[in-house]
């Protein structure tokens, strides 16, 4: 955000411009460009895909993040001036002298251009593309960044850092995703910057609005640009090229509660007890740093959790999972057995002189593990043991940027052979990743639940992520799910906020309006700080615990349409959260800042945040047709409209044409339930559809056919409402279907299921008919 960063131009820097091409050829999918100090790679990953790597070294790359290969039918025509690299999607024009890159949709119309004058550059070790602006030009992306939704006219740093009290303008934070969307002229188009060096990106901030312009410190000028048109089918092929989430563990989807700390496995239970006790659905229970023993990973403290297996089946007895933190840092002493280990097999970053690097963190001085090793990521992987053998299920990724107090772990620290400025922005990724593999191996064929605070490009591979240390404020709590639809532009899915701010104490009335928030929020965890007041639902008062009780409810309810949506993730890559700018990219309403933290919550449910001192909001409706979830008011969409927003009522709309899979309030995700699955459909003018999905919720044998998939379409046109067959080797838990008519019309009082006739309900209270019928496997057709 701000500016804080300064391009040295000493004349004793040398500053180096891309010149002419010298020599053309393909040498096997890559077509390669000379000039005299430099040569271009291109190659082709997909007819949308077109990389592009300036490059003066002659060594093979690597990649954190890309998982695919190049196509292997890359091809070019050629003139005296430029070359041309077209495909179905997108055209690529190489400039030849200078050379310079310009990107256009297959008809020919401008994506993206080099700056003409100064295209790929060096200063030094920097290495920066300028590129064309365009006036209409706006820009979404970058993931965990603060300011708007445009990003147009600002400027930010990749350079991951444990930003503890960071405020709505702080940058850089935690994590770095470097892709962007760009959006103009009724035209849409990515770029991926893979370069894991600290990087800067400028969208016309700080060039007098005539170009933007990205670079690092060193490495290539390396990216990947998308020519797709849409900006969903964008985040498809972002996340075809990084990887796509797994389906997560179906208790990680219930409600969360973490504190730093609960101090003591009698105070974990207690806790515990109470969500059952008081009727508030629960799933996860977290243990923060004071578990282990004098905060050495792989450890518990002797003391305070005696028993963790104890603990643990008591929680489980209580359909309750844990999940408990680590840090990178190993804490410098004889006798522990991970020190020892890391010693022995030299697992541990070190100085060019091959001395061990030493910072501190909580357990005081530490060395840190090369996750960039197979043999490190494999040795800490299997030492997850301690923590799975009592039965740990979640592990929770911190500090992992790496942070050591004062923040500066010295460039000259090495890994291997890569120091500390090539590889700090991908650290907590490989962590993760290094969790991930080694649980995902021990728990067998469980899915482990994963959580990093630091992360690169690709992390959705391996973990969900959180926005950090943020704070017990209005702000903090809208930047906080602009950050989480951000993160879903870049491939993170799975993202959580502290809900209710981590350091200091939220007013009751933002306790409550957050977690009415965190209802719709994809992980939904009430989390703070060691200094603050204790969260858990029940301290607030009476009526809040109501409000509360009845908001966690509501996230129980919507798991069917949860679950499922998290399912498109692991096909396609599109967010469960997701800005209004992925569905409704050409609408400028939906980039003014008044709207701009306004998004949709899968494919159907709009939400408006607002703050804990309003209850009266103004939301912006995009065009199609919408009802008041609390309501069932309709609306016309185009629209501006007042609504009221008390802390019982957050602004919640329903597209018209819906079909919302739903059950009734579980007290967690592993109860069983009454087994009806409540089809809610919002009538409307447009057919519609989705597609409803349900596995184990636990292992991996989804991926082996065993799952629970059928089509749910409504076609207002035929008066029609489907259930398709089911696909898949897995049997419903629901027997029965509830169909819920919303906005249908009153004198409806049958319905035709499969030739059958059957009656309708009236709920007056809804104001919706409805009727319940067996759940079979065969299709099932629904005549209104
Ligand atoms: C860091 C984390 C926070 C955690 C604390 C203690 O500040 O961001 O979530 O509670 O460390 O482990």
Redesign the pocket.
Known sequence: MVCRYYLHTSTAMQTQILGNATSISKQEQVLIIKTADAEARISLYSPGIVRVSVTKKTTADHSFAVIRQPANNLEYTENENEIIVATEVLKLKVIKSPLRFSFYTADGEVLSEDDERFGVTWQGDRVINYRKLYTDEKFIGLGEKTGDLNRRGCNYVNWNTDA?HHTPQTDPLYETFPFFIGLHSGLTYGLFFDNTHKSYFDFGASTDETMSWFGADGGDMNYYFFGAQGVAKIITDYTWLTGRMEMPPLWSLGYQQCR?SYMSAKEVLKIAKKFRKKKIPADVMYC??DYMDDYKIFTWNKKTFADPKGMIDELKEMDFHLVT?VDPGIKVEPGYPQYDEGIANDYFATYPNGERYVGSV?PGRCHFPDFFRDDVREWWGASFTALTAPGVEGFWN??NEPAAWGQNIPWLVKFGDRYMPEVRNVYGMEMARATYEGTRKILDNKRPFVLT?AAYSGTQRYSAVWT??NSANDAHMLLGQRMVNSLGITGMSMVGV?IGG?SGDPTPELMVRWNSLGVYIPMFRN?A?IDTKMREPWVWSKENEAIIRKDIGQRYKLLPYIYSGYYQSCMSGIPLSRTLAIDYTQDKNVFDVKYQNQFMFGDAILVAPVESTQVIATVYLPEGDWYRLSTGKYYTGGNTIEVSAPLTDLPVFIKAGAIIPMQNVVQSTNEKGDGVLILDTWNGKEANSFVYYEDDGATYDYQNGTYYRRKLSFDPDNKRISIEETEGLFTSKYNKIKLVLHGFEKKLKTVVVNNTKVELSWDKKSQTSYCTFNNIDEAIQIKY
């Open positions: 503890p730093w923060d740093i933190i909580w911190d500090m605070r950090g240390d502290d981590f989390h700080a």
